[in-house]
């Protein structure tokens, strides 16, 4: 199941890196805020790719839960610019962007794989495969 988990947020990852690459040239255009959202784009998929690749080298609670908040915060900000023009806030630019097409239907479904991935791996890194946490602690004292 391991490897799945593995496998499946890095799969994600890679989709939403790939994605915010691509689009990233475009969106130097869009108004407002210090920091260029084509800057945001970048970013993105840097941080998609990095954490893609610590799950798949390192399987680990810290990289699973670094992948959740990388893929969470990518569908929640891509569901909240599209059903919300929330305009500018602070550095960050107007990025309210309410219409869809395959290239965002794909990057959210990278992202929620992802980041049901990552939750999952997050919840399972570190156990022992067919341990039984009823019996975490438990001595066997009939050999005793």
């Not at 890679?14 to 108004?31: L, T």
């Given at each position: 199941?391991?490897?799945?988990?593995?496998?499946?947020?890095?799969?994600?990852?890679?989709?939403?890196?790939?994605?915010?690459?691509?689009?990233?040239?475009?969106?130097?255009?869009?108004?407002?805020?210090?920091?260029?959202?084509?800057?945001?784009?970048y970013a993105q998929a840097v941080a998609a790719a990095v954490a893609a690749v610590l799950v798949l080298v390192r399987p680990r609670r810290w990289t699973?839960?670094?992948?959740?908040?990388?893929?969470?915060?990518?569908?929640?900000?891509?569901?909240?610019?599209?059903?919300?023009?929330?305009?500018?806030?602070?550095?960050?630019?107007?990025?309210?962007?309410?219409?869809?097409?395959?290239?965002?239907?794909?990057?959210?479904?990278?992202?929620?794989?992802?980041?049901?991935?990552?939750?999952?791996?997050?919840?399972?890194?570190?156990?022992?495969?067919?341990?039984?946490?009823?019996?975490?602690?438990?001595?066997?004292?009939?050999?005793?």
């Amino acid at each position: 199941m391991g490897i799945v988990l593995r496998i499946l947020t890095a799969a994600g990852l890679a989709v939403d890196a790939v994605v915010h690459w691509r689009f990233a040239p475009e969106m130097a255009s869009v108004p407002g805020g210090s920091i260029g959202a084509d800057t945001i784009f970048y970013a993105q998929a840097v941080a998609a790719a990095v954490a893609a690749v610590l799950v798949l080298v390192r399987p680990r609670r810290w990289t699973y839960a670094a992948a959740f908040l990388v893929a969470a915060s990518a569908v929640a900000a891509l569901l909240l610019y599209y059903y919300v023009d929330v305009g500018a806030l602070g550095p960050l630019p107007d990025m309210s962007e309410p219409v869809w097409y395959t290239e965002k239907t794909l990057s959210l479904v990278g992202e929620g794989v992802a980041a049901l991935a990552a939750l999952a791996g997050l919840l399972t890194a570190g156990r022992a495969p067919g341990a039984r946490t009823e019996d975490a602690g438990e001595r066997d004292v009939s050999r005793v």
